[in-house]
């Protein structure tokens, strides 16, 4: 982003913009680096034992997913805000130190990761290295931390949707940070009982993960199809009412298909697989109306003679659609064959839900944030009409291939692991071990740590295309 072309209202806010998504781009690559550490250690065993370790590689490589994509949202929002109301945003000096506050606590937490990395196991342990679970591992200081900065990004969020312009962007952004702010809370507290305790971790990674975040997502799609083609404001809004209604609806009831593992009835499965394939759906449809829409506009010509029809983003948009069927496929389609009770007796717990997690979130979350990334490159180097260039269309094709390629092997390493360790060997502890060692298991963890070689080029070119786009007269015309 080398030739800053930022001025007039909201160019503050645009700024603090591209803050969070240069240190959410930097975090990706972290995650990148960590899975691949994590992908060796899994054909390898004895690669930076007690240097460090897959445990620590793991929950590195998983927390900075759920951060840099929390840092490159804040962004998003950002961005978009005086665009929406036509004002500056409401606290920016408030939102630009709570930035430097953000980014200096995942800093030390990551160091904490890697030079300390266990602890006591104590009340010590809880507050200043890492609490133990899955996703929201951060140690309890920097919890509260996060709480804080959410809230103050909460809190310039509404001061501006109120004093500027309302749309229905805006206006659904503010209802979701509502939930998103109170969810995250669901996973600070502690219970004894490890049910109760696991009951409500759920509702802090499926609810705020796959309902807020979905909702964010939508209105993010809504935003960039307005800003790439054009698109009527009524039905992306439409579409986003509908997103909404389904996802706080649908969202609530398809959390059911992780009950039964923590001790609930048996009803929840059904529930739960039935509403949680229907997420996705509102997304979709939107992306079809509006290219439906837009087909018909083209050659076609605006006042000053330029034609309609003219994607004004062509990387962001490639983005943008591969989020629409990434989000089918990884949240709908890979979510939904290993969530169907009779299947998910022998799937839970297997490299199937590794998966469906990995291509969902790429799917659903990554790559509409990459786009809003190259939406914010664009505005940021003045750029009227934005071109692909050679790295971007490498960098959209390796870490879209090496993701499906990916998902592909742990899929096939899940059916060894159902066929083995659950059909043949009830579940136990030697066929755990059986599935694991089998040729298959280990061909499809050779494919996958591949596979995450060739994303982790295409964050390369990825990287290079975004420092370089303000020099590069490919990119515009």
Request: proline residues 2%; contains cysteine.
């Amino acid at each position: 982003m080398a030739n800053n072309h930022l001025t007039g209202i909201g160019s503050e806010s645009k700024e603090l913009a591209t803050w969070y998504f240069t240190f959410a781009a930097i975090l990706f690559g972290a995650q990148l680096l960590f899975g691949l550490v994590a992908a060796i250690q899994y054909v390898m065993p004895g690669f930076l034992f007690e240097v460090l370790d897959f445990s620590v590689a793991r929950m590195l490589h998983i927390n900075a997913l759920v951060v840099w994509m929390v840092f490159a949202m804040f962004g998003a929002v950002y961005w978009l805000l005086p665009d929406e109301t036509g004002i500056e945003t409401v606290g920016i000096k408030i939102g630009k130190l709570l930035f430097w506050v953000f980014a200096a606590a995942i800093v030390v937490v990551v160091l904490v990761y890697l030079f300390i990395q266990v602890g006591s196991a104590d009340e010590m342990s809880i507050w200043f290295i890492h609490e133990g679970r899955e996703y929201i591992e951060a140690p309890r200081w920097a919890d509260l931390g996060i709480v804080v900065v959410a809230l103050g990004f909460v809190a310039n969020l509404f001061l501006t949707g109120m004093k500027g312009k309302q749309t229905g962007i805006v206006t659904v952004l503010m209802a979701d940070m509502i939930a998103f702010a109170g969810l995250y809370l669901c996973g600070m507290f502690f219970t004894d009982n490890i049910s109760m305790d696991q009951y409500w971790w759920w509702w802090v990674i499926h609810l705020w993960v796959e309902a807020t975040w979905e909702v964010y997502v939508g209105a993010l799609a809504a935003y960039g199809l307005i800003t790439m083609l054009g698109a009527h404001r009524k039905v992306v809004e439409m579409w986003l009412w509908i997103e909404v209604t389904m996802l706080f609806g649908s969202g609530i009831l398809g959390m059911g298909h992780h009950y039964f593992w923590i001790g609930t009835p048996e009803y929840w499965w059904e529930i739960g697989a039935l509403f949680s394939a229907l997420e996705p759906l509102p997304l979709v449809a939107m992306f079809i109306h509006v290219l439906y829409d837009w087909g018909k506009t083209q050659g076609e010509q605006d006042a000053q003679g330029l034609e309609v029809s003219v994607i004004r983003n062509k990387p962001a948009f490639t983005w943008f659609v591969l989020n629409a069927f990434g989000n089918f496929l990884g949240a709908g389609i890979w979510g939904f064959f290993h969530t169907l009770p009779q299947v998910n007796l022998y799937t839970h717990g297997t490299q199937f839900t590794s998966a469906h997690g990995h291509l969902a979130f790429f799917g659903a979350y990554a790559t509409i944030l990459i786009g809003m990334m190259y939406i914010a490159i664009q505005g940021t180097n003045g750029i009227k009409v934005m071109n692909h260039t050679r790295s971007s269309i490498w960098s959209v094709s390796l870490l879209t291939g090496g993701m499906m390629g990916m998902t592909v092997a742990l899929t096939v390493a899940g059916y060894v692991q159902v066929l083995v360790s659950r059909a043949q060997m009830g579940a136990t502890w030697a066929g755990y071990f059986d599935g694991q060692s089998g040729m298959w298991f280990a061909q499809a963890m050779d494919w996958r740590l591949l596979m995450g070689v060739v994303m982790f080029l295409g964050f390369a070119l990825l990287a290079k295309d975004f420092l370089t786009t303000g020099k590069n007269p490919v990119h515009q015309r």
